[in-house]
């Protein structure tokens, strides 16, 4: 019996959760078994050289380039996909037994335009409810027409599972729940692999990408608020994003600036993390929270506001402390973790306990027995 041909695709591959979720799989796929092969819609990415040799990959487009946006043009507008169709055509030339789309908007949108027989799967990694961010990838009634094309609908969490369900209510296709693998060992070591110098004030960190689900700004106005209670405390922020500038304006408007450290992106934000005395999620919306995981992973402990992942990785209130969305509760949730020394103790070792829910073993078990 020959190996299990599966087709990954998915766009640029940037410092985002998803995309660093994707090079686990890719990792600790058994190579024996399967022949994998993975479709940047988009060429490129900063974590491009992390796939794993085994992995044959290939583009669509190797930029941005003028038939790539006449191709998002003709097909929102006019319902055209003939460029979209083409290029797959030519560049698709294999049969697959397995075809996986990594992700929501363009690559659910790329995948679904394919007509063969493989098995197709589809990756949601975020509340489509509240944050419907797609939308504007699609039109009218396309997104569940893609949606209902594929055999599986696989969702990070419960809850994100729940958000599809109530965004698309006729949605008939399978949806099935797999957690983010975290591999807690590869985080360890990482974390070592150089050091930072140790933090001589309270230190709270976050990391994502500078954009506006993460709601970076509520950082600067929980600085803002400690600032003028003259606490000694610091926020690093970890990522980069469009919108870098803003945010930078905004501290220097809220005068937070020797407050706030923007750090930007970092291949191994690791150590950065591990010498942080706590980590804060601020995020308006977010699915299965990685960053939250690997702050768990080492022993930091977690306050995060309500979202659907992190209220399911945090068991409300029990692995990590949650707050409601508004300033004054963020703010207050965040000075208690900072004074009191026993509820971070407790939430480390719960933390660190929780993340082997999310084990490598489980969920490569869990993503073989789709």
């Not at 799989?25 to 024996?32: E, Q």
């Not at 363009?106 to 509340?127: E, G, Q, R």
């Not at 985080?187 to 309270?202: A, G, P, T, Y």
């Not at 922020?237 to 500038?245: M, P, R, V």
Request: proline letters at 3%; a positive charge; glycine letters at 6%.
């Amino acid at each position: 019996m020959g190996k299990i041909r599966i087709l990954f695709i998915y766009g640029q591959l940037n410092g985002g959760g998803a995309e660093r979720v994707l090079l686990d799989i890719l990792r600790y796929l058994d190579f024996t078994k399967y022949e994998v092969d993975l479709c940047q819609i988009v060429a490129g990415g900063t974590l491009v050289n992390e796939v794993p040799s085994m992995v044959h990959r290939f583009f669509l487009w190797p930029d941005y380039t003028l038939s790539y946006k006449l191709a998002i043009c003709l097909s929102n507008s006019l319902g055209l996909d003939y460029i979209f169709k083409y290029v797959l055509k030519q560049k698709i030339t294999k049969s697959y037994d397995w075809e996986i789309s990594f992700l929501e908007g363009f690559p659910l949108k790329i995948h679904a335009l394919l007509n063969t027989s493989a098995k197709k799967i589809t990756w949601v990694h975020c509340d489509l409810f509240r944050f419907h961010y797609t939308a504007k990838q699609f039109r009218r009634g396309e997104e569940l027409a893609a949606y209902n094309k594929m055999d599986k609908i696989v969702c990070v969490a419960n809850d994100t599972k729940i958000a599809f369900e109530k965004r698309f209510p006729t949605c008939f296709s399978e949806k099935v729940v797999i957690y983010n693998p975290i591999d807690k060992q590869t985080i360890l070591l990482k974390s070592n692999e150089f050091n930072v110098c140790k933090n001589e004030i309270f230190t709270v960190v976050t990391a994502g990408r500078l954009t506006y689900p993460k709601k970076m700004d509520r950082i600067l106005r929980i600085a803002k608020r400690f600032k003028d209670e003259g606490v000694n405390i610091r926020f690093q922020i970890l990522g980069d994003g469009e919108l870098k500038q803003k945010l930078l304006k905004l501290s220097k408007e809220l005068e937070v600036e020797k407050l706030v450290s923007f750090l930007g992106f970092k291949k191994n934000p690791y150590p950065y993390i591990k010498q942080a005395d706590m980590m804060f999620c601020c995020s308006g919306y977010e699915g299965f929270s990685l960053v939250i995981c690997e702050a768990m992973c080492l022993g930091v402990p977690v306050v995060s506001t309500r979202t659907s992942g992190p209220i399911e990785i945090l068991g409300n209130n029990r692995y990590g402390l949650l707050t409601e969305h508004d300033d004054e509760s963020m703010y207050l949730a965040v000075k208690k973790m900072m004074m009191d020394e026993k509820l971070r103790l407790y939430y480390r070792e719960q933390g660190y306990n929780r993340v082997e829910d999310f084990s490598v073993e489980k969920v490569m078990y869990e993503f073989e027995n789709l």
